[in-house]
């Protein structure tokens, strides 16, 4: 065989054996790494509403999908909206529980971010970031609170904790909220709120 | 050809006198990437050898076959279908390991530790000799990477594999997880290998 053909069989088989293993391996664990992602979401869901019996999917379009949550007694808990949006470093993916009239904010959670280890990561931070988050009065948009105070009760009602040193990675979190609140209410203006594709889970 | 070394040094090399880090600076950016927390240096340090230890399995079985011209593009291949595996494993079965070392993962293809012993050693030894080469060099990457992220663990958070380890006294440098810390760690510990080297040397001659 002269060598440029040896040189295209060798890669070539190279390729097909490694390229057969990957789309094995792939299948393998395809279902598994699809209900992690699954799993996260109904963690995240009991997280922000802890009453949570059942959850199904309201509302999606882009970045912006909402779970509606009913207890044990069918009775609505309120929504969970997962949302992401830009932050320092790399997007920002959360969720957040609201009240069935989307007047407060039950609690925030944070399920994907790249910010500053040890600065901008703080929003994952239950203790310096998150408890600020719980009952938040969010029928106007919700603002900052700079420098930070040490009790939530020193709050104005829609006000929430910067985090010292991190103000940058504090406020794409709020804008992402801001944002997210002004969708859900036209979105519910329009009635668009349909419970139609019921897949409880 | 150099002189057969034994089983023991030719593991051993690894650990200390090849050292990936410590002595061949090599595979800088998982380390000083990954390396705020112990677990995320572990995770990494065990992704890196699963497939350094089977791409140099494969890569010695079929040395004879490889034409040189195209060795490269076989290794990367050979290594890129393992890290994919290991890539793959992760997200399926520790998904928040997995997202911890986020894009690092995939980066181990680059990683000049695996190319250069399939490079340097690999392909010019035996299957068994590559095994153990392959065993040593990532015992030795592991080594180095749990050293420096313990170090930059405990100063930079106060903890060790997550558990508090200082008091409340101890007021975590912040910059020891960041970049920054990775840089200095790394620049300290790599002064103390040079340290201890010139001292061993100094003392044989």
Known sequence: MSLSARMIVVLTVVGLISGSFLSVVGLLTKERIAMNQQQEIQNAISEVLPATKTSHKVFEDGSLTIYESR??????????VYTSGTGFQDIITLMYGIDPSFSKIKALTILEQKETPGLGAKITDESSFLRYWAGRNCEQPLSLRKPAVESPEDLAPSEVNAITGATISSEKVLDIVNLSLERLKEIKQKGQLSSEEKNAT | MPL?????????KGLWDENPVFRQLLGMCPTLAVTNAVINGIAMGLATAFVLILSSLVVSSIKKLIPNQ??????????????????????????PISKALGPYVPLIVVNCIILGRQEAFSSRNSIGRSLIDALGMSTGFILALLVLSSIREILGSGTLLGYPLLGAWFKPWTIMILPAGAFITLGVLLGIAILIESKTKARSA
């Open chain 2, 70 to 95: 195209v060795r490269i593009a076989t290794y990367i291949v050979i290594i890129a279908s393992f890290v994919t595996i290991a890539d793959r494993f992760l997200a399926a079965f520790f998904p």
């Open chain 1, 71 to 80: 207890d044990e007694n069918d009775n609505p808990v309120g929504f969970a």
């Open chain 2, 4 to 12: 057969k070394k034994s089983i023991g040094t030719e593991y051993l």
